[in-house]
């Protein structure tokens, strides 16, 4: 399938992309939000996304065939992690979820069309009115699709005219989720724009500032830091910078019987985006005191891991990657052979995954593609103060307990401050009302008008 | 025989070998039988090397190739002390730069494997720069003296080649400031530079990346260029490590060049590191001007380049990580694994710099995803 040169990120010639052209391409959003989307209503938004959505779950439907096709090489991801990962995705697109979402955020899901009232009745009486704003600029990073495809669906719901700039090698799946809505509702596309350029490209992404009404950027603190003062004070700006994730495994949900499912689901959550995401864990945080101990924990993981490759395996590998993980496993090797404190275990003739098992609650950063870290504690408050110099930047703990205990954790853990806990084998998949780095995702859009009526006079 | 006497035993043969090379005798090439040798004595006597045959099994017996020889990464360095010397013969102690705080590689000798570390050493440097014993410059040094930088490989081997190369007005023209950073005074070394210009005296002008961006910074105004003779060179070695601004390498090479006007294979580079006891150089006497530069190790060390994904060594031509098997190594470990990416090029390499995302990346530095 040919895709049709309608976005500036189909264009073969990324020089054409000037300043001048971004500023034209922001304008006729602009224009074209006005036409087309202002007088839509969310009951027809939502059900244009589920539409949207369930059609890529379909192998048949041509932008996943074509997101498969190329990915691989494009994003580096397997196909078959494209392919779980998306289905992932666009599963919870659906109309329900995406009415619970606007339930969540504005209290009401017409309240952006007329003011309302909020689902729970508020006194003294107020109606609310919310309104998206006219262009939001996206700034992404990484070549993990779901932040982009979330924010685009965000914007969507709060019609609002989108501009969608692209780390560079990062925009296939952003453009075939635009040539889809495309192809679909002309209208939706036309409010659309997918671009991708250099970081570095300062005049480009000044251009595009100068328009937007509000700015979104992911990416590393310092990309945030160094976007955010390009963005004036009274543009609304929302950044979200780097969080890392772990696992944590009660010592109940050890047993032999429960043991098997619970390295399962945090195996699903190594593989899943091949570990690239702030929701991936970067290591596994296990209770002692069963028979079965973490050093146990982590050579099941392992064996999981390798036979998860036979069945969706992970992409290529830059030089760099693959020398990060060969060096990391040169070291661990010594320590492993040093002392019964690290264990090491790992792909033949490849680096498609890794496991180090560590008796040492400290937390150090995985290099991620599929190498995680097993560590061993004696219970939550051990595996905090491992985390300490994260506090603050924990994203998502997957749990592995249940019943009380689960209740008890997720309460620990949330006092902390992380802002997210799922059980393991959930970590990648949050549901659509999930509150990234722990803000509202609609509500941090929108501006209110709030109207307080007068007596009956 | 003891330990000791064998690897006593082990360095005069390398020792012999070495005076060959340097004598351009062609004599048989060694390297298989030495490196099994050494490997033999350090497998039994360096405990870290030791636990790491046992713990993958390895019998001397079973292994085919000297490139099968197990590495020790360079990362192994920082957190044991890889050496067959117990505490009290370690007379002498190199430590890789010290850019973050304690986490430094440590490399120890005794005076047997110093003797060895300087041999190696400066034969190689001569062969690349193709000067003979006795031979005399004025070799100046963007580092800080011996005494300032006793556990510096680098300064080390610089101090060798001015105490057996260098004239009267040889200097150390850095210093060590209070945070411990290595600092060079550009006025003084400006002044040498142009006394050697004046004065028509060939210099070898020795320095790490970062210090010759400080000289280039540092040239005071308005003066007339400075032009060494003929038989003058600069030799820079390893890289900016946060210390000046950095530039592309060839950047830096041409405004070298053009600061001090020397033609471009005047401007060579050196590969070392204190885990190693031999260097690689980027230029030697007979290569073509023009022709690409690539790094060779004397022949008592080998360059390996490895693909990280399987550890084989790659093809001609295709990069990968570098691994170097060192003979005078003596009592350390000969097989060494860097965290440096190269490209193969026939015997030699081509450098494409650290896999910096392995440990450089702290986690605020991890590639943008969410």
Known sequence: MQLPRYFLADLPDRAAVTPAVVTEACLSLKSNRRQ???ERNTDSM?????????DWLDPNNPFRQVALAEGPSALGFSRETLSAGLDAFFRTLTVENLRALLTQDLGHNQRLERLSPAEVETYPRQLAFAQGPPLVAHITAGRLPNPVLTSMVHGLLLRSAQFVKCATGTALLPRLFAHSLREVEAKLGACLEIAEWPGACHELTDALIAQADCVTAMG???????????????????????????GYVAVEAMSAFTLPKVVAACAQDVIAWDQSGCLSPHAIYVETGNRQTPHRFAELLAAELDRLEGICPRGRLSLDEAASIAARRGFYEIRAAHSGDTALWRSEGSTAWTVVYENDPRFHPSCLNRFVYVKAVAGVEQALEGLDSLRGQVSTVGLGASGLTEQRLAQRFAAWGVTRICPLGRMQEPPLTWRHDGRPSLADLVTWTDWEPGGRG | MTNAAEFRSFAADLLAWIDEVEAGNNVADQFPTLAWRLFGLQSECVSTLRDLCRGRGIALDVLRDWRDIPVVPTRAFKEFPITSLSPDHRTAEFRSSQTTGRDFSRCFHDPESLAVYERSALTWFRVAQGLRPGDRRRVLVLTPPKAEAPHSSLVHMFELIRHEHGDEGSAFLAAVDPTSAWVVEPKTAWAALREASDGGTPVLLLGTAFSFVHLLDGRPAGQPPVRLPAGSFVLETGGYKGRSRELPKSDLHAALGKALGLAPQCVRTEY???ELSSQAYDTFPGDPPAGQRRFRFPPWARAVVVSPETGREVADGESGLLRVYDLANVRSVLAIETEDLAVRRGLGFELLGRAARAEARGCSLMPAAT
């Open chain 1, 220 to 246: 590393s603190d310092e990309t945030i830091a160094a976007i955010r003062r390009r963005v004036p004070w009274n543009t609304r700006f929302l950044g979200y910078g780097h969080r890392v994730s772990v």
């Open chain 2, 272 to 274: 070392g590191m204190c």
């Open chain 1, 36 to 38: 087309f989307l202002r």
């Open chain 1, 46 to 54: 939502v059900a244009a996304i589920a539409a949207i959505a369930e």
